[in-house]
């Protein structure tokens, strides 16, 4: 089965109003993606989705459209679709970066392979090491203290044991934030704090420490991109757990991490990484290093959070159990972009064991 072409088609997403996302990266109430079908020589298509945010990855619609389309399409035609490490030399030979672009093709060759031979992408992946229902933690913006307490009282209420409030904002306001937030949801469930590398490290290493008795159970990004240095001293200092997210990309980044002595946790997704196959090398690395990893999140839509949801179900170093990751997205948003949603409940996200994605037909384009 090999690749014959891509068709793209660009969609925007409304975000629920109690879902809107403040963040040290500013006001989230709507994303624009690109989503695809691959087409191939057998006539199975596979779907395709590129959850980019132009302040968190770098890449817009137009431009990622431009890029599959110009670019990585035509390098990519007469591919076997299983051909993942000649896939990946192909376009990393013609394009630099884009991980979110590449990864739209990356994960709907899975999605047509897993329908060629009848498997879900986790079978394809080795089996899965866990059950198909997954518990999320839930990524609560940086909203004001009133807004804050009203609304991790309702996350409580829904199921969630773990609530992960955005900070990197004002650092008063910040800490204020999590005080309250704490405060209302007792000391028996968990609590993360995001910066999205809105901190510098010596802001960080101070509302770290003003918040010790808010017991954080992770750290998420408190300090600036490419700072290794500069977070490994704040864990050293603080003595807290931290999660690596924003400053992780690509290989060589986790191997930087963790030379450092960054990080306790790295997050891990297909988006973020450029496909599933370049996540898998950052968790066997991790791995082979006794770091564990999570999923991360970008808000993705039912391809998108299929995808990551698969490769949950099956790496074994994706330890959700202790470190809860984000496979929420699709339910942030006002509507859904194909046949087959992937099933969320509260902080659950079941996938379907049918062959691919299991997503059913795209319902965009």
């Known amino acids: 089965m090999k690749i014959t072409g891509i068709t793209t088609y ?25 989503v695809l079908r691959l087409h191939t020589d057998v006539g199975i298509d596979g779907l395709g989705e590129a959850t980019i945010t132009v302040r ?79 518990k999320s933690r839930f990524s609560m913006g940086a909203y004001d203290v009133e807004r804050a307490v009203a609304r991790a009282a309702e996350l409580v209420a829904a199921g969630f044991d773990t609530i992960k409030v955005k900070v990197g904002t004002d650092p008063v306001e910040d800490v204020a934030r999590v005080k309250a937030v704490r405060e209302v949801i007792g000391f028996e469930k968990d609590l993360v704090i995001d910066a999205n590398c809105g901190w510098d490290v010596d802001t960080a290493i101070d509302c770290v420490m003003q918040l010790s008795d808010c017991r954080l159970d992770l ?21 807290v757990k931290i999660l690596a997210d924003d400053i992780c990309f690509d290989l060589i980044h986790a191997q930087e991490l963790i030379r450092n002595e960054c990080c306790d946790v ?81 902080p659950y996200t079941t996938i379907s064991d049918k062959p691919g994605l299991g997503v059913g037909e795209l319902l965009i384009g």
């Open 10 to 34: 660009r969609h925007r997403l409304d975000i629920k109003p109690n879902y809107t996302m403040i963040t040290a990266l500013g006001v989230n109430t709507g994303n624009e993606f690109v």
């Open 266 to 346: 790295i997050s891990v997704y297909p988006g973020k990484n450029g496909g599933i196959s370049r996540s898998i090398e950052i968790l066997d690395y991790a791995q082979t290093h006794g770091i564990a990893c999570s999923i991360g999140s970008n808000l993705e839509w039912d391809i998108g959070i299929a995808t990551m949801a698969h490769l949950v179900v099956a790496h074994e170093n994706m330890r959700i159990e202790e470190f809860p990751g984000d496979v929420l997205g699709p339910d942030y948003y006002v509507e859904r972009t194909v046949s087959e949603p992937i099933d969320i409940c509260g």
């Open 56 to 134: 968190w990855s770098g890449e817009v619609p137009a431009g990622c459209e431009q890029v599959i389309n110009e670019t990585l399409a035509p390098t990519i035609v007469g591919i076997e679709v299983g051909d993942f490490q000649e896939l990946n030399r192909r376009m990393d030979a013609c394009c630099s970066r884009n991980w979110f672009a590449k990864s739209a093709i990356e994960m709907a060759c899975w999605d047509a392979l897993g329908k060629d031979q009848g498997q879900p992408v986790y079978e394809l992946l080795g089996g899965a090491c866990r059950p198909l229902k997954i």
């Open 219 to 239: 750290v998420e990004q408190p300090t600036p991109d490419g700072d290794y240095l500069g977070l490994a001293r704040l864990r050293r200092e603080t003595g």
